[in-house]
């Protein structure tokens, strides 16, 4: 048994706090477990110091900015000591303390990758934290009692890349290095696939949790789009709000689902003797897709009680069902294609009930 702290850190550790995600980082080809494993206990620790309500955002900010400069090697002037002083004790889910008092541990992983491993990791870290200064930076306080709203489409299509369509990117270049010869398709069209996919999950997680993230001041709804149909920010805290912004749910679930065809598309460019890494990409796709058609479904979707969530048992049934289907084409067409026509379905009637005279 190894008991190395490197051990324990990519092991125990990431599996506490990586929940979910850790089932598709042990499916994953042996190469790439590490480097992914520790961009994202390095992003875990990042975005949990970015959450952290109890500590101002501006200094919140700055914590966060000095394990930035951290992951690309600043010579610790007692930041991380900082960190776990000042953040730590505010967890209440142990494991989150934990990877924050042994951030020093993480980091000194870091040397031990490759050269190119190092500088991806890095790169990776330092995209998404910029997604959580713009966050910092951009909405108030939660305390505040104020909402600031995203101002166009573009600026969510931005954000998106920033937490998450990098992910692709990243996700990408791991498998061109670690598993070459494995991506028939030319880089740049997988690379550009790849920061689709990941804007497909994070879409999926703005609608999903846009109840609660309005309740702390933050509206990813683009303002020009709620201004088209007579919505303000505001507005979306009234009871009322799911039905009146429905027509502003319809046209980003359009969106979505253009961005999960890509996802689809990604996945299938993968061999189909590559199961571990197309079931790495197929449950995301699986999953989300699914709690788009709860969304769509969801008549009250801006209400913080009625969340549509995936249960955890429906994930583990999700990865069974994955499992006859993940090396066939036409069966993943048909099951993807299956879940993207009953979302379809729900936008067309309220196109329909819309126009209806």
């Not at 890095?122 to 108030?140: A, K, N, Q």
């Not at 600031?148 to 931005?158: N, S, T």
């Not at 995301?284 to 048992?313: E, Y």
Request: glycine share 6%.
């Amino acid at each position: 048994m190894n008991n190395s702290p490197r051990a324990f850190i990519l092991g125990p550790l990431l599996k506490s706090v990586s929940r979910s995600f850790y089932l598709t980082l042990r499916i994953l080809p042996t190469a790439m477990r590490d480097p992914v494993g520790l961009a994202y206990l390095l992003a875990r620790a990042a975005d949990t110091i970015a959450d952290t309500s109890l500590i101002s955002p501006q200094r919140r900010l700055e914590l966060l900015l000095s394990l930035r400069e951290q992951v690309n090697g600043a010579s610790d002037d007692g930041a991380l000591a900082r960190i776990a002083g000042e953040v730590a004790g505010q967890q209440a889910q142990p494991d989150e303390r934990a990877l924050l008092e042994r951030l020093s541990e993480a980091l000194a992983i870091l040397p031990q990758l490759s050269r190119d491993d190092q500088a991806a990791v890095r790169d990776i870290v330092t995209t998404l934290t910029t997604g959580m200064e713009f966050d910092l930076r951009t909405f108030p306080d939660e305390t505040s009692g104020q909402i600031v709203a995203l101002r166009e489409f573009g600026e969510l299509d931005r954000y998106t890349y920033l937490v998450a369509g990098c992910v692709g990117e990243f996700w990408t270049k791991m498998t061109y290095a670690h598993m070459p010869g494995t991506l028939k398709a030319a880089p740049d069209t997988m690379f550009a696939l790849g920061v689709r996919f990941g804007k497909a999950l994070q879409m999926t997680n703005v609608l999903r949790d846009c109840a609660r993230d309005l309740r702390i001041g933050r509206c990813y709804l683009p303002e020009t789009m709620l201004a088209r149909h007579g919505l303000t920010p505001q507005d979306l805290l009234q009871p009322q709000s799911s039905a009146r912004a429905r027509p502003v749910l319809c046209e980003l679930l359009r969106t979505s689902l253009g961005l999960f065809q890509d996802a689809v598309d990604y996945t299938l460019h993968i061999p189909s003797t590559a199961i571990r890494l197309r079931l790495a990409c197929l449950w995301p796709i699986m999953i989300g897709l699914d709690t788009l058609v709860l969304l769509a479904r969801n008549d009250a979707w801006l209400d913080p009680q009625r969340i549509s969530k995936i249960r955890r048992n429906d994930v583990y049934g999700i990865m069974a069902a994955s499992l006859p289907m993940v090396a066939s084409n036409g069966m993943l067409r048909a099951w993807t294609a299956r879940r993207m026509r009953a979302i379809e379905a729900e936008i067309g009637a309220e196109i329909s009930a819309a126009v209806r005279p």
